[in-house]
């Protein structure tokens, strides 16, 4: 920050003019917030839009952190598929307290996201491995995601049994992959600003109702 006084108020005006409109006039629903800068990351950043990363917590409460890709947005959660058998999938069936961030470069934004995590209906996985491409369908099958690879040719075996398996028939979803729908609780908005005055707004849940407050940076 300057000194001077005046180069002091100058800065704040300039401030003052950029400010984002959600800073300025909250929404009831945070949502609103989330779909404005999830599209806008869409438009600047293509598929890095869709890249968060997820906190579980173990039994014995480490917490572990991977990057991974948001699905969707439906019925006020947020959306991710993976395989059921993996660490992250038996620490959230264990503790499905979770914690997941975005952060947009292009835009400048952040969102950070705590929340709890059930399982997706087994109808929306369904669907989700229907859409995928066959590759990584048969991908999906061969692989013992998060165990122990001795040899990676191991793995091309496998693959290449599994294509040979299915051939060019349709291949249904395994029990061993599926979803989570995580319902937040809180739900912070960051957004980066000139002069280190970056604006929060963060968004905490009362039994269905939200309130909101202007956090100091």
């Given at each position: ?13 300039e ?148 294509a040979?398996k ?12 599926g ?20 604006e929060?707004?963060v968004?905490t ?13």
């Amino acid at each position: 920050m300057p000194k001077d006084p005046s180069a002091t108020i100058s800065h704040l005006a300039e401030l003052n003019c950029i400010m984002t409109k959600y800073l300025k006039r909250p929404p009831e629903d945070p949502f609103i917030v989330f779909n404005d800068w999830y599209n806008s990351a869409k438009d600047q950043e293509g598929l890095h839009a869709h890249v968060m990363h997820l906190a579980s917590v173990n039994y014995l409460g480490q917490p572990s952190l991977r990057t991974m890709m948001l699905h969707s947005v439906m019925n006020k959660a947020f959306l991710f598929f993976t395989n059921l058998q993996s660490r992250k999938s038996l620490e959230i069936l264990d503790n499905p307290h979770v914690a997941i961030c975005f952060y947009w470069p292009e835009t400048k934004r952040q969102v950070r996201i705590e929340g709890v995590a059930s399982k997706a209906p087994d109808q929306l996985a369904d669907k989700a491995f229907k859409n995928r491409p066959t590759d990584h369908q048969i991908n999906i099958i061969a692989s013992d995601q998060s165990r122990i690879l001795l040899d990676p040719a191991e793995f091309e075996q496998n693959i290449a049994k599994t294509a040979q398996k299915y051939g060019d028939d349709s291949i249904e979803r395994p029990e061993k992959w599926g979803g989570f729908a995580i319902t937040p609780s809180r739900i912070e908005f960051w957004q980066d600003q000139p002069f280190w005055m970056h604006e929060r707004l963060v968004y905490t849940d009362h039994q269905g109702e939200w309130s909101h407050s202007k956090l100091y940076p």
